[in-house]
């Protein structure tokens, strides 16, 4: 039986395309359920404060990077979306006075602008600019720039990076339709017009420039524009598979700010129950071998239906 159409673009792939079954399966967990999703590779935590929210996952940085030596480089692959970690991380550094010197970053993504290249720190939705703003610029002992690693269109020299550094985690928030980072379901044309690409071709993608789906520049928009979908590039550079694969542990942080309460439950259902789909992204972490869902319990909603 041929998969669905997608209610919010027929050209795309996305979460809309799977089995109502699924999808009502999701809608009826709670935050009790979603902490039974918990298994062996897969760990599901709740926070009852956004201040203990943030600050755990601002701790994530610190212990990272303070395995760091000169002989055993390590680094934290880290999100625009949440942004509220990264003023604790600063804070948290300079408080430790830590010892940046081994340390390492990686952007996990950038728009790219009609020129075909990454847009410059000048653009008002710069990821890299947001970074430094909310975070690099306030360290009182810096961070080396040359450890600083942000995508641009030069995709192998981004790749590079990550040879002969540990990634200790690579930290992010799960989008609208359901990725992270910018690793979209990808259209519904060519060889994936029945069918998604399967989950072991999805995984072979690695850091690229990829055209974005609606729900994307839709979300963007809304959550960093004010709603101004002009100022949203319809493209990105992006880390992929390949290196989410390279990071010790995957660590998804959602307050209830990116995704909706369907959402929320969807993932981590598929997650725990090893359902990998590529329409849904974010479920081909099923495969990685150390994951883990932090939710903001105020931040979870429900599905029931209310009429505003």
Known sequence: MPRKLSKISPQWWDYTTLDDELIQDAAKLNGNDLLQLSRPGFEVVFYDTLEEFYLAEALEYVSAWKEATPDNPVGICGPIGPTEQLPLVAQLVNELELDLGSAHFWGMD?????????????????????????????????????????????????????????????????????????????????????????????????????????????????????????LVPDRAVTVGPVETWKAEQVSIWQAGTHDNPLGQRLTALMISKGLADSAVPMSLLADHPKVKFSYFRGGLGACSVEMH
């Open 110 to 230: 950038e728009w790219i602008g009609e020129d075909g290249r990454a847009v410059s720190t000048d653009h008002p939705l710069s990821f890299e600019r947001a970074d430094r703003e909310l975070c690099f610029d306030l360290f009182q002992k810096p961070i080396p720039e040359e450890n600083l690693h942000f995508p641009t269109e030069n995709v192998e020299a981004f790749q590079s990076t990550w040879e002969g550094v540990r990634c200790k985690v690579m930290q992010g928030g799960q989008g609208d339709v359901k990725h992270w980072a910018f690793n979209d379901p990808l259209k519904r044309e060519g060889p994936y017009l029945d069918e998604p690409p399967s989950p072991a071709e999805y995984r072979k993608l690695g850091t690229r420039i990829v055209e974005l789906h609606p729900i994307t520049l839709s979300q963007n928009a809304r959550t960093s524009g004010g709603g101004n979908l002009s």
